[in-house]
């Protein structure tokens, strides 16, 4: 099953139409790190407040996000980490995958990624100039030289490469424990997707594969990247890793021996899809 896209209930908006209400969502970053509430069994959400004055955290900047259920959404950046409510507190987006509505995980991306750029785009990136917010659209003008600059997002694919019924799952030398998944890698200048599924393959576990179809796409903001997934057969070669990215890969059907990406990772999408379709029997 592919995910239903959160553009059902969430409207992207430069400017704001609706009055905020107590269900106004703060997505309050402090560098990558995440201001929560615990709730519960171990689940957490972000602060919802009519006004940010109301959850006492001085910022640096504010940016409006749009909104989700009808409830506006902002994205603030804030070098504080004092927190009057200790049922609150910062946490790396990264280590929440699992515990934030799957949603909100999202808009979180978003919201770290609009203030990583704000951040990082003050000055023009030729001359050096202070830069102005441009309306209606995440850009930058240098007033002096004409420079705009946009959000950097950095496309990366990531394959299911199937043989026989079999997945190809591999760890990479960065993952924890026993971890394995799938294929992945950043698109170079001047490379096709499909071009790049099959430099990466070839690169990572030495073997080729044909028939790349498209699967579907995450956002990944860890910085900044756009995951674009495909589902690929096997062509020929034998699988020879790399040794510096990838440090074990092999052909699976049983998956229960080896640990799976996060629920929330198109890895992790690819791979039921795949256990869905060849495993069920
Ligand atoms: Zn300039």
């Not at 280590?95 to 991306?109: A, K, T, V, W």
């Not at 998944?181 to 071009?195: C, H, K, N, Y």
Request: aromatic content about 12%.
């Amino acid at each position: 099953m592919k995910r239903e896209s959160i553009y059902k209930r969430y409207i992207p908006k430069f400017q704001q139409v609706i009055a905020n209400d107590d269900n106004t969502y703060w997505f309050i970053f402090n560098s990558d790190k995440l201001l929560v509430k615990t709730i519960d069994n171990n689940e957490v959400a972000i602060p919802t407040a009519i006004s940010v004055e109301e959850l006492n955290i001085p910022f640096t900047s504010i940016h409006y996000m749009g909104t989700l259920n009808e409830h506006n959404c902002y994205a603030v950046n804030t070098s504080s980490i004092e927190l009057q409510d200790n049922s609150m507190s910062f946490k790396p987006l990264k280590s929440l995958y699992d515990y934030l509505d799957e949603d909100i995980f999202l808009l979180s991306g978003k919201a770290l990624q609009i203030i990583k750029w704000d951040e990082t785009h003050k000055y023009c990136g030729r001359c050096g100039s202070l830069t102005d917010t441009m309306e209606g659209e995440y850009g930058k003008v240098c007033p002096k030289c004409g420079f705009i600059s946009y959000p950097r997002i950095s496309p990366a694919v990531i394959t299911a490469v199937i043989k026989d019924g079999q997945i190809l799952m591999a760890h990479n030398k960065s993952f924890p424990g026993n971890r394995h998944s799938i294929i992945a890698g950043f698109v170079e200048p001047g490379e096709t997707l499909e071009e790049c599924v099959r430099r990466e393959i070839s690169e990572e576990v030495g073997i080729k594969v044909k028939n790349i179809k498209y699967f579907s796409s995450q956002p990944w903001p860890f910085p900044n990247s756009l995951m674009v997934g495909f589902v690929a057969e096997y062509e020929s070669g034998e699988i020879c890793v790399d040794g510096k990215e990838i440090t074990k890969a092999g052909w699976f059907k049983e998956l229960d021996t080896i640990e799976l990406p996060s629920k929330m990772s198109i890895a992790r999408e690819i791979i039921d899809w795949y256990r869905e379709k060849y495993c069920s029997k």
